[in-house]
């Protein structure tokens, strides 16, 4: 037997339905608006990289990004281009950035 109110979808965490169901799946498939991306390739001694921004927003053109590695930044790249889908290249101005590290805004 239902009581009166008792009817609705209960969540995983024991919540009740929201009011609009398919917001929780229009916010999964937005883009992070935050500039933040990885290094996937190092040219050392032409002091460049190129960074993967899968998903997330482009940095602007001459735009310094931090570089962290484990947690501790190690590095800024500045951003020059050329941009190809969500790769970007830059060029590193400080510290000695891997493929792998991460970048962001400052």
């Known amino acids: 037997m239902l009581l009166a109110g008792s009817a609705g979808c209960v969540g995983p965490n024991g919540g009740g339905a929201t009011a609009d169901p398919g917001a929780a799946e229009d916010a999964y498939y937005q883009l992070d608006e935050s500039v933040a991306g990885k290094i996937v390739l190092v040219n050392a001694a032409m002091q460049f990289v190129?960074?993967?921004?899968?998903?997330?927003?482009?940095?602007?053109?001459?735009?310094?990004?931090?570089?962290?590695?484990?947690?501790?930044?190690?590095?800024?790249?500045?951003?020059?281009?050329?941009?190809?889908?969500?790769?970007?290249?830059?060029?590193?101005?400080?510290?000695?950035?891997?493929?792998?590290?991460?970048?962001?805004?400052?």
């Not at 947690?71 to 493929?99: D, F, Y």
Request: negative net charge; glycine residues 10%; charged residues 35%.
């Open 50 to 106: 190129v960074m993967d921004f899968h998903l997330r927003r482009l940095p602007a053109l001459e735009q310094r990004l931090d570089v962290f590695r484990a947690g501790q930044k190690v590095g800024e790249i500045r951003v020059t281009g050329p941009v190809r889908e969500m790769t970007v290249a830059g060029e590193i101005l400080s510290g000695n950035p891997e493929a792998g590290d991460e970048v962001r805004e400052e």
